[in-house]
């Protein structure tokens, strides 16, 4: 069983920055990609960014690609959302999630965090 736990958000406002975490648990990540996601009120789950557990690749949303920096600290377990530029449009419920391989997709991710609120301000 894997538990993911996300931490961070808040309110900002536009042009500012917040770092989201997730702290993994439960077993061994070394095979293992960890995305983060979002969603809206009235939208859809939508990718944001995701990481390999094990070599460190990453791939990003276009809407994000520039502005937010997905990463991963072995030693504890954590992946980080580093969301600089922020803008109102990033307003969203962020989640974390684990999973097999990179997909873009919520669909492969079998472990989910319970969501962490982010508001961006204009």
């Known amino acids: 069983q894997v538990q993911l736990v996300e931490s961070g958000g808040g309110l900002v406002q536009a042009g500012g920055s917040l770092r989201l975490s997730c702290a993994a648990s439960?077993?061994?990540?070394?095979?293992?990609?960890m995305g983060w996601f979002r969603q809206a009120p009235g939208k859809e789950r939508e990718f944001v960014a995701v990481i390999s557990w094990s070599d460190d690749r990453t791939h990003y949303a276009d809407s994000v690609k520039g502005r937010f920096t997905i990463s991963r600290d072995k030693a504890k377990n954590t992946v980080y959302l580093q969301m600089n530029s922020l803008k109102p449009e990033d307003t969203a419920v962020y989640f974390c999630?684990?999973?097999?391989?990179?997909?873009?997709?919520?669909?492969?991710?079998?472990?989910w965090g319970q969501g962490t609120q982010v508001t961006v301000a204009s």
């Open positions: 439960g077993r061994t990540f070394s095979s293992y990609v």
């Open positions: 999630a684990a999973g097999g391989a990179i997909a873009t997709s919520p669909l492969p991710y079998g472990y």
